[in-house]
């Protein structure tokens, strides 16, 4: 504990508490002995948690315990409760280090650090509406950085544990889902499904018989309806095609031969499923 002990004025290395002694010796030989008391108070009296590891815009309370009455500084001081507390609530929102500097009643100092981990917040991105017919479907489609997903209500998907489940409602719904990330951040989101009462019925304008796409004019639904009729004529008033199948088409032909390029009438009748009679007449060009 001293660095010399034969010397007149020696350094004194706190260690242990003790009594140290120094014995003098004059040239005649003379003796003379003296004794002082060496108290060592504890200089290691703060012990630290583990890492925190936190969501965003959550909290925690830091769990430092010390063996010694004293005074406390957290820094940084900020995104604490309290910055002189022993134990303060943390609440940082990007990922921080923190020491805390503890000085006991004697004035000793101790030290502990804590590193206080923010993870990525959790995203989910929804379109605000969605919207189908009777009968039909859609899949639900999120941008998401979560690893679970939990869809309320249950009724009309497909599965409620997935993050794309397929839902066919009856009726116009609001669709909650819970979104939790690898790290157990949670995220919330909702989408409505919009069931349109209203199918409705349309072909285009134009059709390609002998060409890579568009090759067949046929009725565009969106809902559900049956087909009463759907007929084609030619200028002159020939027939063509005819069929009371709602997902057939003309493919062009008439006996089994390509009709020439031309402009070709319509007329098309079909009732919806809340049945309303749907009658559509007009042209149609065939191109070559």
Not at 52 to 58: F, G, R, S, V
Request: aromatic share 10%; glycine share 8%.
């Amino acid at each position: 504990d001293l660095d010399y002990y034969n010397l007149r004025n020696a350094v004194f290395t706190a260690g242990s508490t003790g009594e140290y002694y120094l014995k003098v010796t004059t040239p005649a030989g003379c003796v003379g002995i003296d004794s002082v008391h060496v108290t060592v108070n504890p200089g290691d009296f703060l012990s630290g948690q583990q890492d925190i590891a936190l969501c965003p815009h959550d909290s925690a309370q830091i769990t430092v315990a010390s063996a010694l009455t004293g005074t406390y500084q957290w820094k940084p001081s900020y995104y604490l409760s309290d910055s002189t507390a022993l134990n303060p609530w943390v609440h940082p929102v990007n990922s921080q280090n923190y020491k805390l500097i503890g000085t006991s009643a004697a004035g000793c100092k101790d030290t502990v650090s804590v590193k206080v981990r923010v993870y990525a917040s959790g995203i989910i991105s929804l379109p605000d509406t969605l919207e189908i017919h009777p009968g039909q479907s859609v899949q639900i489609l999120p941008s998401s950085n979560c690893t679970s997903f939990t869809w309320f209500p249950e009724s009309g998907l497909s599965n409620k544990n997935v993050a794309d489940p397929i839902a066919s409602p009856t009726a116009s719904t609001i669709y909650w889902v819970n979104g939790v990330t690898q790290n157990g951040c949670k995220v919330y989101d909702s989408v409505v499904i919009k069931v349109n009462e209203e199918s409705t019925v349309s072909v285009p304008n134009a059709f390609t018989p002998d060409g890579t796409v568009n090759r067949t004019f046929k009725i565009i639904l969106d809902g559900e309806a049956n087909l009463n009729y759907f007929r084609i004529f030619d200028r002159w008033g020939n027939k063509v095609f005819e069929s009371t199948d709602i997902n057939a088409g003309w493919d062009g032909h008439y006996n089994g031969k390509l009709m020439p390029q031309d402009a070709y009438i319509y007329q098309i009748q079909a009732v919806t499923s809340n049945g309303k009679i749907v009658t559509k007449a007009g042209n149609v060009t065939l191109l070559r």
